[in-house]
Protein backbone atom coordinates (compact mmCIF):
# COMPACT_ATOMS: atom_id res chain seq x y z
CA UNK A 1 0.00 0.00 0.00
CA UNK A 2 0.72 3.61 -0.35
CA UNK A 3 1.59 5.07 2.91
CA UNK A 4 1.38 9.40 3.35
CA UNK A 5 5.44 9.90 3.10
CA UNK A 6 5.37 8.18 -0.15
CA UNK A 7 2.65 10.12 -1.57
CA UNK A 8 3.79 12.72 -0.34
CA UNK A 9 7.22 12.66 -1.92
CA UNK A 10 5.63 11.87 -5.09
CA UNK A 11 3.18 14.84 -5.23
CA UNK A 12 6.29 17.23 -4.22
CA UNK A 13 8.58 15.84 -6.89
CA UNK A 14 5.72 15.45 -9.59
CA UNK A 15 4.74 19.48 -8.82
CA UNK A 16 8.07 20.35 -9.18
CA UNK A 17 8.58 18.35 -12.59
CA UNK A 18 5.53 19.54 -13.61
CA UNK A 19 6.49 23.33 -13.40
CA UNK A 20 10.48 23.33 -14.03
CA UNK A 21 10.89 20.82 -16.84
CA UNK A 22 7.62 21.10 -18.79
CA UNK A 23 7.89 24.10 -21.07
CA UNK A 24 5.20 27.02 -20.69
CA UNK A 25 3.88 26.16 -24.49
CA UNK A 26 3.33 22.67 -24.27
CA UNK A 27 0.93 23.15 -21.19
CA UNK A 28 -0.27 26.08 -22.77
CA UNK A 29 -1.45 23.66 -25.54
CA UNK A 30 -3.10 20.92 -23.16
CA UNK A 31 -4.39 23.31 -21.05
CA UNK A 32 -7.31 21.82 -19.21
CA UNK A 33 -6.02 17.67 -19.61
CA UNK A 34 -4.01 15.97 -17.57
CA UNK A 35 -0.58 15.20 -17.75
CA UNK A 36 0.80 11.89 -15.90
CA UNK A 37 4.59 12.51 -14.92
CA UNK A 38 7.46 10.13 -14.21
CA UNK A 39 9.68 12.12 -12.33
CA UNK A 40 12.45 9.51 -12.28
CA UNK A 41 12.68 8.84 -16.37
CA UNK A 42 11.90 12.46 -17.64
CA UNK A 43 8.77 10.70 -19.22
CA UNK A 44 5.23 12.65 -19.45
CA UNK A 45 2.28 12.11 -21.18
CA UNK A 46 -1.25 14.65 -21.96
CA UNK A 47 -4.29 12.97 -21.96
CA UNK A 48 -7.77 14.16 -21.91
CA UNK A 49 -8.81 11.78 -19.24
CA UNK A 50 -6.98 10.92 -16.08
CA UNK A 51 -6.74 6.92 -17.49
CA UNK A 52 -5.50 7.81 -21.36
CA UNK A 53 -2.74 9.97 -20.03
CA UNK A 54 -1.36 7.40 -17.49
CA UNK A 55 -2.30 5.12 -20.22
CA UNK A 56 0.11 6.84 -23.04
CA UNK A 57 2.77 7.47 -20.50
CA UNK A 58 2.79 3.60 -19.25
CA UNK A 59 3.26 3.03 -23.20
CA UNK A 60 6.72 4.26 -22.88
CA UNK A 61 7.81 2.63 -20.54
CA UNK A 62 6.84 1.06 -16.89
CA UNK A 63 5.82 3.54 -13.97
CA UNK A 64 5.52 2.33 -10.70
CA UNK A 65 3.88 5.50 -9.80
CA UNK A 66 2.91 8.17 -11.66
CA UNK A 67 2.53 11.81 -10.76
CA UNK A 68 -1.02 12.99 -12.39
CA UNK A 69 -2.81 16.49 -12.26
CA UNK A 70 -4.88 18.88 -14.75
CA UNK A 71 -2.80 21.06 -16.51
CA UNK A 72 -3.88 24.68 -15.41
CA UNK A 73 -5.21 24.59 -12.35
CA UNK A 74 -3.55 25.31 -9.15
CA UNK A 75 -2.51 23.11 -6.61
CA UNK A 76 -2.02 23.41 -2.74
CA UNK A 77 0.36 20.78 -1.22
CA UNK A 78 -0.59 20.60 2.26
CA UNK A 79 2.18 20.12 5.29
CA UNK A 80 1.77 17.51 7.64
Given amino acids: TLDNQTAREIAVRGEQFYRDRIPNQELAKHREEY ?46
Wanted: a positive charge.
Fill in 35 to 80: VAIDPDSGRYAFGRTLGEAVALLSASGPVPLPFVRLVGMTLRLKHA
